[in-house]
């Protein structure tokens, strides 16, 4: 039996989150998921404050909003680095290429892309709001929102977590099929994710299954562009408890004269544990795994649903 294989994500992550002591006051953030990744991930470092110039430490900056206008401004000096950092981040991001995704600091009034805390102008203390973006992180996500885009606090969730790695995997994959396009890869690649793209949105399944019937003979380019446009949108949610079980029971028919009425009892048991949120997905995946190993069950084994991202990142 052969191994999956995963291509390596590439991602572009805020560098004060385990890699440089670069924040404000000098210090690193410690991401125990994040130190998980390295080493799987080709991390691309960027940290837009040292990167305008602004030096390490420094004097923190707090993002004000002048009536609807968000400005970047050192507190203690007033000093407004509102068009560097938009500057660095439209070239910073322009030059990017081939990437899969960003990891971003939390609440950053930089690398932010939610929960970050707007000021009212003036000595006062207390923000006005702490659901705004910063000023790099809604760029990223206004360029490549599409792509598999999380902050470090986000990802210490399990179900958020799940759905960041698979999504990257997927993307990351196909950005290395595209890189030559070929018919037949592409044809496999759908094939390989069929039970993973119907537990996530079965109508962008069969909208991508008919971009990969190529009806119009489109040339093999156009053919990969179609269907690159589309792909991120089977992640634009999270996967339906309903069509994972309908996946996780379309793929125990395949052994169902195979096993022992205990060991399919045991199954739907599992299964019903998790359509009730008391046992978690990886458990049903892990019985099926072993009985697709078992039963050497070739089309089942290379379908990434069963094993989305590498082992060892779960
Ligand atoms: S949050 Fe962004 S700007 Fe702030 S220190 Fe980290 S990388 Fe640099």
Known sequence: ?????????????????????????????????????????????????????????????????KKGDIRMIQHETEADFTSEMADFSDNFLSSLKKIDGFILKDRSPSCGIKDVKYYPPGEKKQPISSKGSGLFGEKAVSKFGSLAIETEGRLNDAAIRDHFLTKLYALSYFREISAKPAMGKLVEYHSENKYL??????????YLGKITANPGKDSVESTFQKYAEKLPHVFSRQMRKGSVVNVLQHALGYFSDKLTSREKKYFLLTLDKFTQ?????????????????RFEEEYLLRQTFFSPYPEELI
């Open 197 to 206: 793209f119907m537990a996530y949105n079965q109508s962008i399944l069969r």
């Open 277 to 293: 949120n008391r046992s978690a997905l990886s458990e049903c995946r892990s019985l099926l795994m072993s009985w697709i190993v």
């Open 1 to 65: 039996m052969k191994e999956r294989y995963f291509a390596k994500p590439r991602v572009v992550i805020s560098k004060c989150i385990e890699f440089s002591p670069c924040r404000w006051n000098g210090s690193v953030i410690s991401s125990p998921v994040v130190k998980k990744f390295i080493g799987s991930f080709s991390f691309l470092l960027v940290c837009p404050e040292s990167e305008i110039g602004l030096g390490i430490p420094r004097k923190p900056v707090r993002l004000i909003d």
